[in-house]
């Protein structure tokens, strides 16, 4: 597709159970984004990937957040032991990442996670 | 973290005026970038302002920048009742190459 595609749209799960999210960014685009966006705020910033590589994981909040992107392009955010403090949208965003500066990000829909 | 800090936080104006917001960051930046988000939704990009720019147009947007002050301003024209949506402000950290979100301004424009 011409977007970012992000599965599932809606999950609910119950807490402890093990959650995996899926990005599929726009072709070519190197950098891939994950945010978490809460009711009333602004996107928080996870996690962000040059190519495969994670450039920056400093907003994963803490060891049972985990995100791959083995070949550069899809990414798979999971989330261990869920607790009902998790429950949010998960938007990814990838862009065409400029040396110097960040460039336009493209944002999926999002994937709206409920823990019970 | 949360770099950007929108005023107001929600905004509500008659189809037809001008709308303001503004935005306030804590570091030095690359560049400034304003976002849209309709309820539910994804965010779009709107507009993108360099560090050595002050002033940016694009349509009925207006976008300004004080890198002395750290802060930005979104001026929007003429506003119409499918203009209603939240908008964010987001700024680079250096060259971390991410980018970090300000809490937004709920808009709503009555028709």
């Known amino acids: 597709g011409a977007g970012v595609s992000q599965t599932p749209s809606n999950k609910v799960t119950e807490k402890g159970k093990y959650v995996e999210l899926r990005c599929d960014p726009i072709s070519g685009h190197t950098a891939l984004y994950w945010y978490r966006q809460s009711l009333g705020q602004g996107p928080e910033f996870l996690i962000y990937f040059q190519g495969t590589g994670a450039a920056d994981d400093s907003g994963l909040p803490n060891d049972r957040f985990f995100a791959v992107r083995p070949e550069g392009s899809v990414s798979t955010l999971k989330i261990q032991r869920t607790e009902r403090g998790d429950s949010a949208v998960y938007l990814c965003a990838s862009s065409l990442i400029h040396l110097e500066n960040t460039g336009e990000l493209f944002f999926g829909e999002g994937s709206r996670l409920t823990v019970l | 973290s949360q770099q950007g800090e929108e005023d107001p936080q929600a905004l509500s104006i008659q189809e037809g005026e001008n709308a303001t917001m503004n935005c306030s960051y804590k570091t030095s930046i690359n560049n400034l970038q304003w976002y849209r988000q309709n309820s539910g939704r994804g965010l779009v990009h709107l507009i993108l302002?360099?560090?050595?720019?002050r002033e940016k147009h694009s349509g009925r947007l207006r976008v300004t920048l004080d890198t002395s002050k750290k802060s930005s301003s979104l001026l929007i024209t003429a506003s119409r009742a499918a203009d209603t949506a939240s908008y964010f402000c987001a700024t680079d950290e250096g060259s971390q190459g991410n980018l970090i979100f300000g809490k937004g301004t709920k808009l709503s424009v009555k028709p």
């Open positions: 302002i360099r560090s050595n720019e």
